[in-house]
């Protein structure tokens, strides 16, 4: 039975349960959660305090999602559950990513204030968990941090988020908040859960069953629970918004990026046609070449046009297939409108509706959006009272996920593949033996042959063949926790506890189908039928020149012993021991309360392991005997590139105090003083490899009446380098990022998402990262309207050495920016744009240091100079830069990163007027500043209301019971924000009329207009019907009831990941029962 049959074999059963339960219900008493908070007690912990508090939010700002509200949210996995908090940004390690080098499968991260997932502490039940083992890319650097999707969010009781910064709490890594998953055992009881789900346009279907019991023997408790969750695959092509890589085919686009023309109101005529949004890939079944020779180190290749031009046309676009080279030796294949493959000597167009658009490959309709999962999930909680003052506890969580997930073809290009070429004596070599001969001799079969020396061919830009399967990824993940404690109770009223927690994950990635580099490199040098042909067809030979001819797909005898299958292994461990004192000191004079004192000691191990087989990380030892087919310090996949093996561990301790003062009670209160209560915290830590930090915490809050409360708080926040960060083994990545100097100004595919060669490495000189928190707000419960109440904190957060690799658009946004900054600087000191000198390919270079550009050559001078030409102004001028050759790309300290913004709730708990209880509940977070200072350059870069970082995120939940039926309404809200890869021009701008969907940023004193990307507004409903037992309830939902598309934005997926629910409209079915 495929995966898709047995979901829906699951859904049709559950509607029969549900059927069957409501014809046999029948009375018992009403019980509770299976695993539930403790509601029995007067005063609990609170995330954010080791102090015994009575009310959940005092002093802190802290968010609590309850059992009600995981359903409402369409929480299926902790990815859709935590990316619903208004406080946090969305995550970059997510289940959508398939990139070779990232964290794929099973797997998301919580990244509150947008400052990275390290920043952001991930607990169960106030404890940490061991991070994810494979690594993904956040803040541009290797993040080791917990993955959300194991916590079993069937079996949470809830989820406390703490949006301040809580180091002298919990130590490093709380830079941001926390978010604490929290389990607890209680009454007596089970419960069993049945939850189907489908979407109305195919792809996702989920499957869950879940268990729970908790058995009572005399002073002993254990609960057992057990979750199994299931979802089909959800890929691009299941979804008409993301079936085209080439968005102005599926979305409405604003002008001008739609694809059709913009007319210049100053002359007439239209302005070139902006493309941004064909994000139709440069690797494709086409391909973009040149001729020439290589040489003896295998990596030079000088390029070249044939002598005389024997065999080809000069013009830059002949047709019926003959051939044509530049004077570099450049070609492109293109198809045509016939079907057929013509050459070219320049970048083929991007206009839509052009035959030469289609070279642009669709790569969407080979992606997922989220994997097929199937997980497991089991915890077992126990607890024995020794005495009425001494309980063993303990608990054991475990996560185990297959996830598969799929992407195109590998592709082959000189970049990553360095030296990559098509031997001359390839018999499909367009230029080679077959087809040139010095003596002009025909082949053997009698075909003719042109008079000339045969050449080599080298693979310019990334090429995918024809009949190239696509890549299919599988990950296996594992997690466990196993906590062991006693905790007790002193004579006097002291609470003691002392606990070791074992935590550890593992994860095996394949990934199938990829062409092992020197099985490629034999082939390509193969003379006879068993050669590989990486052209999409054959030639020949007619009125002496070189012509496409057939279509060709190499046969899966020569393809399929090439392929391989890349394994990558990741583990991680965490013991930590920890043992704390909690309780009241002397009371405080004038009536005061006692003194609330909480202080202990952990002690935390932490190892690393990253490792791939041979030939996937690196090629053994010795491989260099083999060149060219093999190399040293590579590895053997193309399109990959290569990883040494990483093994790191640390040691870290600590201690911590914390205090409250609660100078004014209700034993000694008087006017506009109702409560006073300071609080003071501190934790200092030691850690093997990065030395010593003490964080300190202060807060104050203050009743001045029954009815109002104000707080604030300001504490100090540290996180180290995490063990991937530290590891300096230097790797090569190639990446695909467009060059924005370049790109409007040539034209060039090379200029519009070329790959780039970046050298990254980690640093064991980063220093930790350094925060000041601080918050200010109020709660109130409003006077005269019984039930209402409302919060509102502002935040503020000043962090230093933020660590970040930067990023490569970022690189090159820094770099444009730094361009431009010189070119108007010479501009007004007398100078025209041809007599502006930037350096490139000197030491002098005006730009960003970390890019390395290569001399400008006539062809590049004069598509600038053509620019420049059409520039209505000075301002929109380019002085003339060469290509990019590479990028450096290394981990650093940033100089500083501050953030502030607003959070705010509102509850309302509705009289009943006779139609039923309603409550609404609004919480929201306004950003206000986000601003970066990059600390070898000293530019500041202001990033809110850019690419993700919306100044507005919130969600309205609304609930009404009357009787058995009750229902909920919940809408989340994702505000706009400009995308900085879809720029444009003041002209354009101007002729549009200022458009409201072209933003305009002043970025020191350089505008920039980017389009603006609209807010993503989902809507969910459900509906419950409780059966007259009491215990048996069927909920139906629908989640996206309106059925909206991700807002469009110029990225790879045609929207930003985490901003939106991709799946569309989805209904939803639920048993539940309790027994």
């Not at 299926?76 to 995550?91: F, H, M, N, R, V």
Request: hydrophobic share 35%; net charge neutral; glycine share 10%.
């Amino acid at each position: 039975m495929t995966s898709r049959n047995s979901i829906l074999c699951g859904t049709a059963i559950l509607a029969a349960l549900t059927a069957s339960a409501t014809a046999h219900a029948q009375g018992a008493s009403p019980s509770s959660a299976a695993i539930d908070q403790d509601k029995g007690r007067d005063e609990i912990i609170v995330t954010g305090s080791n102090l015994h508090r009575p009310d959940a939010e005092g002093a802190l700002p802290v968010t609590v999602i309850d059992q009600a509200d995981f359903d409402l949210r369409g929480g299926s996995t902790g990815a859709d559950l935590y990316e619903t908090i208004s406080a946090g940004a969305p995550p970059e390690i997510n289940e959508g990513t398939i990139a070779s080098q990232g964290a794929r499968g099973d797997v998301t991260s919580i990244d509150l204030r947008g400052i990275g997932a390290g920043s952001t502490l991930l607990l169960i039940n106030g404890r940490r968990m061991a991070p994810h083992p494979l690594s993904g890319t956040d803040q541009g650097v290797p993040s080791l941090s917990p993955n959300a999707n194991v916590i079993p969010t069937a079996l949470l009781s809830r989820v406390e988020v703490l949006r301040d910064g809580a180091s002298a709490i919990y130590g490093a890594d709380a830079a941001a908040g926390v978010v604490n998953n929290i389990f607890r055992l209680d009454k007596e009881q089970g419960k069993i859960a049945l939850n189907s789900s489908v979407t109305q346009h195919g792809g996702a279907e989920e499957f869950r069953i879940t268990g729970a019991k908790t058995l009572k023997f005399g002073r002993t408790s254990i609960g057992v629970a057990a979750d199994y969750f299931e979802r089909n695959l959800l890929t691009f092509a299941d979804r008409k918004w993301g079936s085209q890589s080439d968005l102005r085919r599926t979305r409405e686009l604003p002008a001008p990026w739609n694809g059709l023309p913009v007319i210049n109101p100053a002359t007439g005529t239209a302005f070139a046609l902006d493309n941004d949004l064909d994000n139709g890939s440069t690797i494709n079944h086409y391909g973009q070449y040149r001729r020439g020779f290589i040489q003896s180190d295998y990596l030079t290749f000088n390029g070249g046009r044939p002598d005389g031009n024997r065999g080809i046309s000069t013009s830059t676009t002949p047709v019926n297939g003959v051939a044509t080279v530049a004077a570099d030796g450049t070609f492109f294949l293109y198809p045509t409108a016939n079907g057929s493959v013509n050459f070219k000597q320049t970048t083929p167009s991007r206009n839509l509706g052009t035959a030469e658009d289609e070279y642009y490959d669709n790569r969407l309709i080979h992606r997922a959006i989220l994997p097929a999962l199937k997980r497991v999930n089991l915890a077992v909680f126990a607890e024995h009272e020794l005495s009425d003052s001494v309980t063993l506890f303990g608990d054991v969580v475990y996560s185990g996920s297959r996830a598969n997930s799929q992407r195109e073809e590998a592709n082959m290009q000189n970049v990553n593949e360095p030296g990559l070429y098509v031997p001359a004596s390839n018999p499909y070599n367009p230029f080679g033996v077959r087809f040139y001969d010095p003596q002009g001799r025909p082949n053997a079969d009698g075909t003719p042959r042109i008079t000339g020396t045969p050449a080599d061919v080298t693979i310019v830009s990334g090429l995918i063949p024809a009949g190239t399967r696509d890549r299919y990824i599988q990950v296996n993940s594992s997690f466990y926790r196993a906590l062991g404690g006693v905790r007790g109770r002193f004579a006097n009223g002291w609470n003691w506890e002392s606990g070791v927690l074992v935590s550890g994950a593992y994860s095996h990635e394949t990934e199938r189908n990829i062409y092992r580099e020197s099985l490629l490199r034999m082939a390509l040098n193969r003379t006879d039928a068993t050669a590989y042909n990486p052209f999409p067809v054959t030639f020949k030979v007619v009125n002496n020149q070189v012509v496409a001819d057939k279509p060709y797909v190499n046969p899966t005898s020569v393809t399929d012993p090439m392929y391989d299958t890349d394994n990558r292994y990741g583990k991680t461990r965490l013991i930590t021991w920890d043992a704390k004192l909690t309780g009241e000191l002397w009371q405080l004079p004038g009536g005061g309360g006692r003194i609330e004192f909480a202080t202990g000691v952990e002690a935390r191990w932490e190892r690393y392991d990253a490792w791939k087989a041979p030939y996937a990380g690196l090629n053994p030892a010795g491989s260099g005997a083999q060149f060219p087919y093999l190399r040293d310090n590579d590895n053997d996949f193309i399109a990959m590139s290569p990883n040494a093996d990483i093994h790191a561990s640390q040691n870290v301790q600590s201690g911590y105090a914390e205090v409250a003062l609660p100078l004014v009670t209700r034993a000694n209160r008087f006017f506009l003083f109702q409560q006073l209560e300071l609080g003071a915290a501190v934790r200092h830590e030691r850690f093997s490899i990065h030395g010593e930090s003490t964080t300190p915490k202060f807060s104050v809050l203050w009743g001045p009446t029954p009815w109002l409360k104000l707080r604030a708080s300001y504490n100090r926040s540290f996180r180290a380098p995490n063990l991937a960060q530290t590891n300096t083994t230097p790797l090569l990545r190639v990446n695909y990022t467009a060059d924005p100097y370049r790109a409007d100004v040539t034209n060039a595919a090379a200029d519009n998402s070329g790959p780039r060669r970046t050298f990254r490495q980690g640093n064991d000189l980063l220093n930790p990262e350094r925060s000041k928190n601080w918050s200010a707000g109020f709660l109130l419960d409003v006077p005269g309207i019984r039930g209402l109440s409302l919060t509102a904190d502002y935040w503020r957060l000043n962090q230093r050495d933020a660590i970040t690799a930067i990023g490569n658009a970022e690189v090159l946004a820094a770099d444009e920016l730094a361009l431009d900054l010189a070119t108007q600087a010479a501009l007004a000191s007398g100078k025209t744009i041809d007599q502006v000198n930037l350096g490139s390919g000197t030491a002098s270079y005006a730009g960003n240091s970390r890019v390395t550009r290569r001399a400008p050559t006539a062809a590049d001078i004069a598509s600038f100079a053509a620019y420049n030409a059409a520039q209505p102004t000075n301002a929109t001028k380019r002085a003339a830069v060469g290509e990019i050759t590479s990028l450096i790309n290394d981990y650093i300290n940033l100089g500083s990163r501050k953030l502030a913004g607003i959070d705010f709730a509102l509850n309302y708990r509705v009289p009943d007027f006779g139609i039923g209880q309603f409550s609404v509940r609004v919480e929201g977070t306004r950003n206000l500043e986000r601003k970066e200072e990059l600390a070898d350059d000293g530019v500041v870069s202001d990033e809110l209301g850019k690419n993700r970082r919306a100044k507005w995120k919130g969600n309205l939940t609304v609930n009404w019971k009357s009787g058995p039926w009750s229902a909920g309404w919940f809408t989340s809200y994702y505000g706009p924000y400009a995308d900085t890869s879809a720029a444009t021009t003041e002209a354009i701008y101007d002729a549009l009329g200022r458009p409201g969907s072209i933003r305009v940023f002043n970025e020191s004193g350089i505008k920039r207009f980017y389009m603006r990307v609209e807010p993503a507004v989902l809507h969910n409903l459900n509906i419950t019907y409780t059966l007259p037992d009491k215990d048996t309830r069927i909920t139906v939902g629908v989640n996206n009831i309106f059925d909206a598309w991700p807002p469009v934005a110029d990225e790879d997926e045609g929207y930003f990941t985490g901003t939106a629910n991709p799946r569309g409209r989805q209904f939803r079915l639920k048993f539940d029962h309790r027994f």
